[in-house]
């Protein structure tokens, strides 16, 4: 399966944009960018997915390289509720079971200054 | 609309005893994954059902885990024997449809300890 690189770690201001990157070089031509975060003692939470696309929604916007191996997610303007620890993530679809796979790596913590 | 849920939230056990936990999807939702997540990781698949099939399940250490999902809805992870390693959250995700690019919607978790 396709792996996904991400900095350990990043910060920033409050009201200010957030750019997380993520490398994904090994990417299939079928595979999504998912995104998502994870609050302190919660489950994981959906963000944002798109294909080759640049995607929006209310939480925040997708940026995917025209090559697709990298992606950008960017939060554009930082809250203190957005400190999370935000996973990029590979959707792969097996094609014999009719069903997709997620597989996590170790995310970026997202730490916001107030 | 409910959200996923987990029980019980948080158990301690001694090593070698046994432990149950319990998910119920989101209503109609056809798929079911269980992770585990060890403290300072990423979450890790340990089983995934469509509808009460088996999709994957190779990450399953199938000597002491098993999971079955009754009528494709609810569905229990148990762990017998336990180990100091089994120590982490599990945590139980769900999406719509069999087919398709499908968010997950997954519970708090269940935190266990072992001793």
């Known amino acids: 399966d396709a792996k996904t690189t991400q900095p350990n770690s990043m910060e920033s201001n409050e009201e200010e944009p957030v750019h997380l990157p993520c490398n994904h070089s090994?990417?299939?031509?079928?595979?999504?960018i998912h995104w998502y975060r994870q609050l302190p003692s919660q489950g994981p939470e959906y963000v944002i997915h798109?294909?080759?696309s640049n995607v929006n929604n209310r939480m925040a916007s997708l940026a995917i390289a025209e090559d697709r191996k990298s992606s950008t997610l960017i939060l554009h303007r930082a809250t203190l509720r957005d400190a999370a620890v935000y996973y990029c993530?590979?959707?792969?679809?097996?094609?014999?079971?009719?069903?997709?796979?997620?597989?996590f790596g170790q995310g970026t913590r997202l730490t916001i200054n107030p | 609309e409910a959200g996923v849920a987990q029980s019980p939230r948080y158990k301690i056990i001694e090593k070698r005893q046994s432990v149950a936990f319990w998910c119920n999807p989101i209503?109609?939702?056809?798929?079911l994954y269980w992770y585990q997540q060890i403290l300072g990781q990423g979450p890790k698949l340990l089983i995934q059902?469509?509808?009460?099939?088996?999709?994957?399940d190779s990450q399953l250490p199938k000597d002491r885990f098993s999971a079955e999902r009754l009528k494709g809805v609810d569905s229990t992870l148990k762990i017998q024997p336990a180990k100091l390693e089994d120590s982490a959250v599990y945590l139980c995700?769900?999406?719509?449809?069999?087919?398709?690019?499908?968010?997950?919607?997954f519970g708090s978790g269940t935190q266990l300890s072992v001793l």
């Open positions: 209503s109609g939702h056809a798929t």
């Open positions: 090994t990417i299939s031509g079928t595979d999504y």
């Open positions: 993530i590979l959707r792969h679809w097996r094609f014999i079971q009719g069903a997709q796979k997620l597989v």
């Open positions: 995700a769900s999406s719509p449809r069999p087919h398709g690019d499908e968010k997950l919607f």
């Open positions: 798109g294909l080759t």
């Open positions: 059902f469509q509808n009460n099939g088996v999709v994957d």
